[in-house]
C-alpha cells in the first residue's frame, strides 16, 4: 500500500524513473524530471549509408534516451512507449513533409523470431503511429527471411556480414509500391546502420526507388564503428 502512495505522491520521470520534481513535455504529454526534459529535444542527424542517403535519426543512444527506449521495447503500449511515439512522430513529419512525395509509405525493419513471438515490437507500434499521424499506407514490406546471430559485440563491416540475405519482401505486399512512391523505413535504434542498409538494399531490389531510413536514436559515433 505504502508503494502506491509513494507512487502517487511522488510519481517518478517516464525516462530515467527517478522520483525528482517534473515537467510535462508538450510534445510527448509524458511527465519528465528537468535534466531528462533537456535531453530528450529531437535534433535531425543525417548518418547517410552506402545504401541510403536519406538517413536519418533524432537523438543520440545516450543519456535519458537508452532508459526510455528500453522500457519502451519491453512494454507494449506503455507510458514510456506513448513518449517514444510522440517524439519519434513529431521530429518524422517534418522531415518526410520536405520530400513532397505524391505517396508514402511506412514500413519498418523486420523483427527477430524472438520478438514476434513476444508479439511487441516497437518498430511496428512506430511505423503504424507514423502512418496513421501521416495518413498514408502502412505496409509491412519486409519479413525476416533467416535468423543471424546477435549483432551486438561486432564490428561494422561483420555485421554486414552477418545480416546479408536476412530479409525479404513480401511480393504480395507491392501492389502498394509505385516507383513514385516514397518509401520510409523506421527502426528504433540503429548502431552501424546494417540492419537499415539491408533493409534499403532488399527495397531497392524490388524496385522502391526512393527510400527514407528513419531511426529514433543512433549509436554515438565512436560505437558505430566508423
Ligand atoms: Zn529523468
Redesign the pocket.
Known amino acids: 500500500m505504502s508503494s502506491l502512495i509513494d507512487a502517487l505522491l511522488m510519481p517518478s ?6 522520483v ?1 520534481l517534473l515537467v510535462v513535455m508538450p510534445t510527448v504529454g509524458a511527465r ?2 528537468e ?2 526534459a533537456l535531453e530528450l529535444s529531437p535534433t535531425v542527424i543525417q548518418v547517410p549509408l552506402r545504401e541510403c542517403q536519406q538517413r536519418y535519426a533524432f537523438f543520440e543512444y545516450a543519456g ?1 534516451v537508452v532508459p526510455l527506449l528500453s522500457r519502451a521495447k519491453d512494454e507494449a503500449f506503455g507510458s514510456h512507449y506513448y513518449a517514444v511515439q510522440s517524439l519519434f512522430t513529431a521530429a518524422a513529419i517534418p522531415l518526410i513533409g520536405k520530400e513532397k512525395a505524391a505517396e508514402v509509405i511506412v514500413t519498418q525493419v523486420p523483427s527477430s523470431l524472438r520478438r514476434s513471438i513476444i508479439g511487441w515490437y516497437l518498430p511496428t507500434a512506430m511505423a503504424r503511429h507514423l502512418a496513421k499521424k501521416l495518413n498514408v499506407k502502412y505496409a509491412p514490406l519486409l519479413r525476416r527471411a533467416k535468423q543471424v546471430g546477435r549483432q551486438s559485440g561486432l564490428g561494422a563491416i561483420e555485421r554486414r556480414t552477418n545480416v546479408q540475405g536476412c530479409f525479404a519482401p513480401r511480393r504480395f505486399l507491392l501492389r502498394n509500391v509505385t516507383k513514385d512512391s516514397l518509401v520510409v523505413v523506421v527502426d528504433d535504434v540503429s548502431t552501424t546502420g546494417a540492419s537499415l542498409g539491408e533493409a534499403v538494399r532488399c527495397l531497392r531490389q524490388i524496385g522502391c526507388t526512393n527510400v527514407m531510413a528513419i531511426s529514433l536514436a543512433i549509436s554515438p559515433l565512436r560505437a558505430r564503428g566508423c
Not at 520521470?13 to 527517478?18: L, P
Open positions: 520521470c517516464c525516462a530515467c524513473g527517478q525528482a519528465v524530471c535534466a531528462c535519458s
